[in-house]
T-cell receptor, first 117, second 118 residues
């Protein structure tokens, strides 16, 4: 079965410091991996995705994520945090080997990121 | 502009009443999804549809029903059988729901509907 784990409910980082939000996954084949961000009472916004190729993917708002197949991880990173990055972040996985009616996207429980001024 | 529209944004319901949440998209996407969000539990999949006139149960389908009569629309009905319906409901769509399509398709989300049962 496919699954996603975000081991930290909350991450606190001082403004200007680098940030990391962790994600691990489990699928039967090679995964499609996604990061989304959610601001209060809003829908989710797409940040970036890994499908194949370079393990380091770059996305919106200066975020990037590193795919590590041996550790089954896809951690979200940013070199220098901004207060405006404070939000709820979700990791998601899709198993491309699943066919048709069984093809779905599973989300982690989310990590709340607090950037301290 | 293209996007996904959910309505209403806020909804109050008395116990024992059914309520229908609307989700409309003009992105020409094949696949549509309903998720429920509760604090600390992330997003849980209720129902999804890969193509018109077909849909599948997700992980928490009990007490919910859907229809997919048109490509653009995927309404969710929260029935009186749903024991704890108070939550934030999110609708999403993706370009292709069919396997074999090379589209890797991230989801596009609506702004959500917050349902409160009184």
């Amino acid at each position: 079965a496919q699954s996603v784990a975000q081991p930290e409910d909350q991450v606190n980082v001082a403004e200007g410091n680098p940030l990391t939000v962790k994600c691990t996954y489990s699928v039967s084949g090679n995964p499609y991996l996604f990061w989304y961000v959610q601001y209060p009472n809003r829908g989710l916004q797409f940040l970036l995705k890994y499908i194949t190729g370079d393990n380091l993917v770059k996305g919106s708002y200066g975020f990037e994520a590193e795919f590590n197949k041996s550790q089954t991880s896809f951690h979200l990173k940013k070199p220098s945090a901004l207060v405006s990055d404070s939000a709820l972040y979700f990791c998601a996985v899709r198993d491309p080997m699943r066919q048709n009616r069984d093809d779905k996207i599973i989300f982690g429980k989310g990590t709340r990121l607090h950037i301290l001024p | 502009d293209g996007g996904i529209t959910q309505s209403p944004k806020y909804l109050f319901r008395k116990e024992g009443q059914n309520v229908t949440l609307s989700c409309e998209q003009n992105l020409n996407h094949d696949a549509m999804y309903w998720y429920r969000q509760d604090p600390g539990q992330g997003l849980r999949l209720i129902y999804y549809s890969q193509i018109v006139n077909d849909f599948q149960k997700g992980d928490i389908a009990e007490g919910y029903s859907v229809s997919r009569e048109k490509k653009e629309s995927f309404p969710l009905t929260v029935t009186s059988a749903q024991k704890n319906p108070t939550a934030f409901y999110l609708c999403a769509s993706r370009r292709s729901g069919l396997a074999g399509d090379s589209n890797t398709g991230e989801l596009f989300f609506g702004e959500g509907s917050r349902l409160t049962v009184l």
